[in-house]
């Protein structure tokens, strides 16, 4: 786990501040004593966590496209940031198919933008890159993919994905070799947790059926995901962040953040628990062929573990546990802020 006093007093300028994990990680972030920017397209679903928990009077919120250098430019530069998480994109594989071009656009030209308004301002000494476990070359063996395996993807959106992380390295060579700031990249697996209403992902949409009572539809039941609680790859983000304002440039490379390999779990293993937790509701299996989706991902977590002293806390029990508790107390009308920021806190130690 990074030091408590690493990002306090800190410029730290997030893109995708308005998403599922950017929520969190600004939330986080604000907690920790940082001064953060955020800058991002208004949030994709309503609800959203960004609104539910004003986000924008807790920090410095700008409404934006990095599809937009200019504006992408003068906020950076405006604010000085010491380290920039991008987190910015078009996360959904299913949308990938409907809007190739505008995956495209926005996970590489997008990111590469980023990366320039970064190298144009001074102050920045540290960028982390997020990305995703489906950038890997996917062949679908019994095997744990290691950072320095092949990069690919069969969908538009696990290949943007490998484009932006091939995009980092050429851009780590060709610019940031003698000076510049130092530049990683971070794959992580199936987050989950509560806040996310995005469509077309497992928990949100069995959350939604739970709640109006409705079956639970799974396309493939017997695929298997590194399932991890989004707390877990936002530790891995900001003790990576740490090294990097640190000035150590051996971390300046990709770091995979997942599970255990206990919690590497089939679909169907997810929402049975997903079930027992929340006290109610019933599976439907509807396979869906149409479009393809990986059958077997898992993720090698050895180097994050090794160099940086990280390992995810929970299990897959304790992370859908923590993620139901999360969805009972929103809908509850409890103190929702309150709840998440305990959350946090009790993560922390």
């Known amino acids: 786990m990074f030091k408590i006093d690493t990002y306090k007093g800190k410029r730290v300028f997030i893109t995708g501040h308005t998403g599922f994990k950017g929520s969190w990680l600004s939330l986080w972030l604000t907690l920790l004593g940082a001064n953060v920017k955020g800058y991002a397209l208004p949030p994709a679903t309503t609800p959203a966590m960004y609104n539910i928990f004003s986000l ?14 200019d504006t992408l430019n003068k906020a950076i530069f405006d604010f000085q940031p010491d380290i920039i998480f991008h987190l910015a994109a078009q996360p959904l594989v299913r949308l990938s198919y409907i809007e190739p071009v505008k995956t495209y656009e926005t996970n590489v030209i997008g ?3 980023v990366l320039e308004a970064a190298r144009k301002c001074d102050s920045v000494r540290a960028f982390i890159n997020i990305t995703t476990d ?25 290949s943007s994905k490998a484009c932006s992380e091939i995009l980092s390295a050429s851009y780590r060579n060709s610019f940031l070799t ?6 990683a990249t971070a794959r992580a697996g199936n987050v989950i947790g509560g806040g996310d ?37 936002l ?23 997942g599970p255990e390999m206990d919690s590497v779990l089939t679909v169907e293993n997810i929402v049975q628990k997903i079930i027992t937790c929340y006290g109610k509701g019933n599976i439907v299996i509807k396979p869906d062929t149409k479009l393809h989706e ?56």
């Open 56 to 69: 924008k009077d807790m920090l410095d919120s700008q409404i934006g496209d990095i599809l937009d250098k």
């Open 111 to 113: 990111t590469l933008n």
């Open 134 to 158: 489906k950038c890997y070359e996917n062949i679908e063996a019994n095997y744990a993919y290691k950072e320095d395996d092949k990069m690919g993807g069969y969908d538009m959106y696990s």
């Open 178 to 183: 003698d000076s510049g700031y130092l530049l």
């Open 197 to 233: 209403w995005s469509q077309d992902r497992l928990i949100p949409d069995c959350i939604k059926a739970i709640q109006t009572n409705e079956d639970i539809v799974i396309r493939s039941p017997h695929s298997i995901r590194p399932w991890q609680h989004v707390l877990e790859p």
């Open 235 to 257: 530790s891995g983000y900001l003790s990576l962040g740490e090294k990097l304002l640190e000035g150590n440039k051996e971390f300046a490379s990709g770091f995979n953040f």
């Open 294 to 349: 990986a059958k077997l991902l898992m993720l090698d977590i050895n180097k994050a573990k090794n160099t940086l002293k990280w390992k995810p806390q929970y299990t897959a029990d304790t992370a859908i546990e923590r993620t139901v508790e999360w969805y009972k107390t929103y809908y509850d009308n409890q103190d929702i802020i309150r709840f998440t920021i305990n959350q946090i806190k009790e993560y922390m130690g």
